[in-house]
T-cell receptor, first 116, second 110 residues
Framework: DGGITQSPKYLFRKEGQNVTLSCEQNLNHDAMYWYRQDPGQGLRLIYYSHIVNDFQKGDIAEGYSVSREKKESFPLTVTSAQKNPTAFYLC???????????????FGPGTRLTVT | DAKTTQPPSMDCAEGRAANLPCNHSTISGNEYVYWYRQIHSQGPQYIIHGLKNNETNEMASLIITEDRKSSTLILPHATLRDTAVYYCIVRPYNNNDMRFGAGTRLTVKP
């Protein structure tokens, strides 16, 4: 089955530790995204990547880092600099849009991170 | 990206049509209207999108006004499994990045 996988589903860490969230897709999509969702809120864009070895900051990139060494993978590291890391993290991917082309994003099941 | 305005919550009776409105009065000519939904604690699911014509697929219909300043998502026969938060998003055709608002929480009642 084609899709996006995120692991683990639940993650617990102590304050001050860096943690890396996994996101893998086998849809052959060029573009990948990371979002954060807090309770009762919409999604906020952290980072995105339209092509391998290139990525851009979204609206709330501070305290996060990413890499895009392979087309299939876009891991997100939540660093100790992120003040409020406890949240639901969602990864998505899509075809790369072009002139007059618009494509939907497909989302993974999410990782719920709790930092205490 | 153009901002959207949606009611925070709506109720619908099971089996009836659910009509979810979205206002996007500042939409520009190169921006699509997208709808997603998110069932509790899951990743958002794509529903439908359109530019200026009305669109229909197996999940829903999208009605966009002629001036494109508002749209309505229609679930023709709502079921209990349609209870979710529905997001209306506008974005340029050549830009994959999306900005999600708070959406509309639709509750389908028996």
């Amino acid at each position: 089955d084609g899709g996006i996988t995120q692991s683990p589903k639940y993650l617990f860490r102590k304050e001050g530790q860096n943690v890396t969230l996994s996101c893998e897709q086998n849809l052959n999509h060029d573009a990948m995204y990371w979002y954060r969702q807090d309770p009762g809120q919409g999604l906020r864009l952290i980072y995105y990547s339209h092509i391998v070895n290139d990525f851009q900051k979204g609206d709330i990139a501070e305290g996060y880092s990413v890499s895009r060494e392979k087309k299939e993978s876009f891991p997100l590291t939540v660093t100790s600099a992120q003040k409020n890391p406890t949240a639901f993290y969602l990864c998505a991917s899509s075809k790369q849009g072009g002139a007059y082309a618009s494509y939907e994003q497909y989302f993974g099941p999410g990782t719920r991170l709790t930092v205490t | 990206d153009a901002k959207t305005t949606q009611p925070p919550s709506m109720d619908c009776a099971e089996g009836r049509a659910a009509n979810l409105p979205c206002n996007h009065s500042t939409i520009s000519g190169n921006e699509y209207v997208y709808w997603y939904r998110q069932i509790h604690s899951q990743g958002p699911q794509y529903i439908i999108h359109g530019l200026k014509n009305n669109e229909t697929n197996e999940m829903a219909s999208l009605i966009i006004t002629e001036d494109r300043k508002s749209s309505t998502l229609i679930l023709p026969h709502a079921t209990l499994r349609d209870t979710a938060v529905y997001y209306c998003i506008v974005r340029p055709y050549n830009n994959n990045d999306m900005r999600f608002g708070a959406g509309t929480r639709l509750t389908v009642k028996p």
